[in-house]
């Protein structure tokens, strides 16, 4: 069976979720490329051994664009947290590798753009980590959309909701960091927008509110030491589609 070398950048809990979809998927799915764990990239070099001593990466490195430029390396997936997604990809695809990238796609508009248009002019494989889109369930509700099943759609609502921030002593991570793309619209709004867009289509009008619910929390588990937070625990908008469909979004 072919192979495809896979590059890894960030181990987190995405990082884990992804490498161990590459081992098992070969032997679970019908697909024509078996990936190959050659190198993990990590902020440093001892999380970076570990991580690919217990993912079973082949090598490992603490300076991404190294993973980047290594030959075996023929596809750049990552799972770093959003500020980085932009600089990685936009190398990956420089040098004509496919890149599958977590979302958000990006912080901005407009780094979002610069992806899409170096993607679309470098003709590069590219896919976003919305993973819910690929749920049987949710293609399935988007044939019964499309077929005309339920007739045309003027309501939408999508709620988005987590509760792995609710306690107040949940200490302070990057996905807290505005610095590193973080709160709750980026986090997991991004996951409901994406399947708002899929369901009814493209989105051309919002207005909404956001909130901190803990304006401070612990810096580590356990630690007295607070830090102060500055992104949003919850976004709720009215949104209106281009096809005239109206709702409501929420992320919390
Ligand atoms: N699709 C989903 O359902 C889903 C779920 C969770 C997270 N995510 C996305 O995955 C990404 C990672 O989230 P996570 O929950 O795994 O976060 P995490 O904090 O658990 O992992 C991020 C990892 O990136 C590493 N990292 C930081 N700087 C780096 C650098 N310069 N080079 C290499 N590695 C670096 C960190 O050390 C850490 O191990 C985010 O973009 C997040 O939005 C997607």
Same mark, same amino acid.
């Given at each position: ?22 081992? $098992? ?19 440093? /070099? ?7 001593? $217990? ?5 490992? !490195? ?12 023929? #596809? ?10 932009? /600089? ?15 979302? /958000?796609?990006?912080? !901005? ?11 679309? *002019? ?24 499309? $077929? &005309? ?5 003027? *309501?939408?609502? =999508? ?16 996905? #807290? ?5 973080? =709160?709750? #619209? ?7 927008? $994406? ?5 009814? &289509? ?16 612990? @810096? ?14 919850? !976004? ?7 096809? =005239?469909?109206?709702?409501? #979004? @929420?992320?919390?």
């Amino acid at each position: 069976m072919k192979t495809i070398g896979i590059g890894l950048v960030g181990s987190g809990f995405m990082g884990r979720c992804h490498a161990n979809a590459y081992s $098992s998927v070969a032997g679970l799915f019908d697909v024509p490329l078996k990936p190959k764990l050659k190198m993990l990239a990590e902020a440093n /070099p001892e999380l970076a051994k570990e991580a690919a001593r $217990s993912l079973q990466f082949e090598r490992f !490195t603490a300076d991404w664009p190294e993973l980047v430029n290594d030959p075996e390396v023929e #596809l750049v997936d990552i799972t770093a947290p959003n500020h980085l997604h932009q /600089p990685i990809a936009l190398a990956a695809i420089a040098k004509g590798k496919p890149v599958y990238c977590e979302k /958000p796609l990006a912080c !901005t508009l407009e780094e979002a753009k610069t992806m899409r248009d170096a993607s679309e *002019s470098a003709g590069v494989a590219t896919l976003v980590g919305y993973n819910y889109l690929q749920n049987p369930m949710i293609q399935t509700a988007r044939e019964i959309v499309q $077929s &005309g099943e339920i007739g045309e759609l003027f *309501s939408f609502r =999508g709620v988005h909701a987590e509760d792995f921030m609710a306690d107040a002593q949940a200490p302070y991570t990057n996905r #807290l960091d505005a610095e590193q793309g973080g =709160g709750a #619209l980026y986090d997991i709004g991004s996951h409901i927008i $994406s399947l708002a867009r899929f369901l009814v &289509g493209p989105l051309c009008e919002v207005m909404g509110m956001q909130s901190t619910v803990f304006t401070e929390r612990p @810096e580590a588990t356990n630690s007295k030491q607070m830090k102060t937070v500055k992104v949003d625990d919850q !976004t709720h908008f009215l949104a209106r589609f281009e096809n =005239g469909c109206s709702g409501t #979004l @929420e992320a919390s």
